[in-house]
């Protein structure tokens, strides 16, 4: 039995097919249906939950960032 946990089959990686929600070892599918390169396939595997937490974090930013701005362009008209 190959282990199919770690990339030890040379310079492939694992992606995950997005249409089948499947790991794959190499560039099987067409770009438009993967997403990755992930190290292990359990990273692959956890391509959905790895990207709701990515865009959890960037909402988080983008709210902080939004924040700033408007308290910024609040500030703007106030005197020094």
């Known amino acids: 039995m190959t282990d199919n946990t770690?990339?030890?089959n040379g310079d492939k990686?694992?992606?995950?097919n997005t249409s089948t929600g499947k790991p794959e070892l190499?560039?099987?599918s067409p770009v438009g249906q993967r997403s990755g390169p992930y190290k292990t396939?359990?990273?692959a595997e956890d391509a959905w939950k790895?990207?709701?937490e990515r865009n959890l974090?960037?909402?988080?930013?983008n709210r902080?960032?939004?924040a700033w701005n408007?308290?910024?362009d609040s500030d703007a008209g106030q005197p020094n």
Request: hydrophobic share 35%.
């Open 57 to 61: 974090i960037w909402d988080e930013q």
């Open 26 to 28: 190499g560039k099987l």
């Open 41 to 43: 396939r359990k990273d």
């Open 6 to 8: 770690q990339n030890t």
């Open 13 to 16: 990686q694992w992606y995950f």
């Open 70 to 72: 408007n308290a910024s």
């Open 50 to 52: 790895i990207a709701k």
């Open 64 to 66: 902080q960032w939004n």
